[in-house]
């Protein structure tokens, strides 16, 4: 009896991980950049809107600004709190934060 229970404690401790990577439902293009694909988007939707334009709020058509405002910019696209006046397609969404997962470049 007590092995069985000794291999039960094994198992769930040892046989489950977390894996490391968190999985995506879709996979990210390595080639979505800021430049290529994510300013158009930020164009579009935020600076255009009069939030993000630089008077008000950091213009997001500045990569700096987006780059460096990227860990916010991912937990408000995720959760949809942006963009305030309006909504995203999945795609634009999902460039995002592909753009942000890939490291927020700008080639």
């Not at 408000?76 to 795609?91: D, E, I």
Request: charge should be positive.
């Amino acid at each position: 009896m007590k092995s069985i229970i000794f291999l039960f404690t094994a198992v769930v401790l040892f046989g489950c991980k977390k894996s490391e990577q968190p999985q995506s439902a879709t996979s990210c293009d390595p080639q979505i950049s800021y430049k290529n694909t994510v300013k158009a988007i930020f164009v579009n939707n935020c600076t255009a809107s009069g939030c993000h334009d630089g008077v008000d709020l950091a213009s997001l058509s500045d990569y700096l600004v987006a780059r460096d405002a990227s860990g916010q910019i991912r937990t408000a696209v995720k959760n949809g709190v942006m963009p305030k006046n309006g909504s995203l397609s999945v795609a634009n969404k999902d460039a995002i934060i592909c753009w942000i997962d890939n490291s927020s470049k700008n080639n």
